[in-house]
T-cell receptor
Framework: EAGVAQSPRYKIIEKRQSVAFWCNPI?????LYWYQQILGQGPKLLIQ????????DSQLPKDRFSAERLKGVDSTLKIQPAKLEDSAVYLC????????????FGPGTRLLVL | GDSVTQMEGPVTLSEEAFLTINCTYT??????LFWYVQYPGEGLQLLLK?????DKGSNKGFEATYRKETTSFHLEKGSVQVSDSAVYFC????????????FGQGTELSVKP
């Protein structure tokens, strides 16, 4: 069974530029999560989808971050414009409806904003 | 609010030493508890979990017991190996919030030969 796929693995941009990350969850997993992991900290949930609907986006900085999961499968997270403090690893995870608490994580996208 | 506190690292041990990484939590309701591991350059992997009080999760020689009375979920291993060097994250899962995970800050473990 293929795991959670993410791309790109690394991205370097300048502040005020925009960037997008892509995630393809494990096949059949209805729930998809985006986390932000700042260096030296644990991951923090940004947004959670169930199928193509948003379950929780309370921690998403909506003035600059957006995310979508239009067909209920893969998802895109966008930052526009980026700030220096957005430098972090962005992790995507997925889980099944029947076992929603067991999340499987992708390798992450490491973003550096200069 | 819901939160997780882990002992600070880095923790440096010699091979075959006993490992304990402390984790305590604050939560409303009855969360599930998890330990995730992050090896260098890799993503987070689920190490073990426990879903209710007094449950013991175990995997790869690691163990943790869900202690509701002390709100703790300490990770232990009797004899660590160099290959156990990684960052370990304690997390609580909130089933009533769609399975949302709240993570501690992580504890880096370095095992020397």
């Amino acid at each position: 069974e293929a795991g959670v796929a993410q791309s790109p693995r690394y991205k370097i941009i300048e502040k005020r530029q925009s960037v997008a990350f892509w995630c393809n969850p494990i096949s059949g997993h209805a729930t998809l999560y985006w986390y932000q992991q700042i260096l030296g900290q644990g991951p923090k949930l940004l947004i959670q989808f169930q199928n193509n609907g948003v379950v929780d986006d309370s921690q998403l900085p909506k003035d600059r971050f957006s995310a979508e999961r239009l067909k209920g499968v893969d998802s895109t997270l966008k930052i526009q414009p980026a700030k220096l403090e957005d430098s972090a690893v962005y992790l995507c995870a997925s889980s099944s409806i029947s076992n929603v608490e067991t999340q499987y994580f992708g390798p992450g996208t490491r973003l550096l904003v200069l | 609010g819901d939160s997780v506190t882990q002992m600070e690292g880095p923790v440096t041990l010699s091979e075959e030493a006993f490992l304990t990484i402390n984790c305590t939590y604050t939560a409303t309701g009855y969360p599930s508890l998890f330990w995730y591991v992050q090896y260098p350059g890799e993503g987070l992997q689920l190490l073990l979990k426990a879903t209710k009080a007094d449950d013991k999760g175990s995997n790869k020689g690691f163990e943790a017991t869900y202690r509701k009375e002390t709100t703790s979920f300490h990770l232990e291993k009797g004899s660590v190996q160099v290959s156990d060097s990684a960052v370990y994250f304690c997390a609580l899962g909130l089933y009533n919030q769609g399975g949302k995970l709240i993570f501690g800050q992580g504890t880096e473990l370095s095992v020397k030969p």
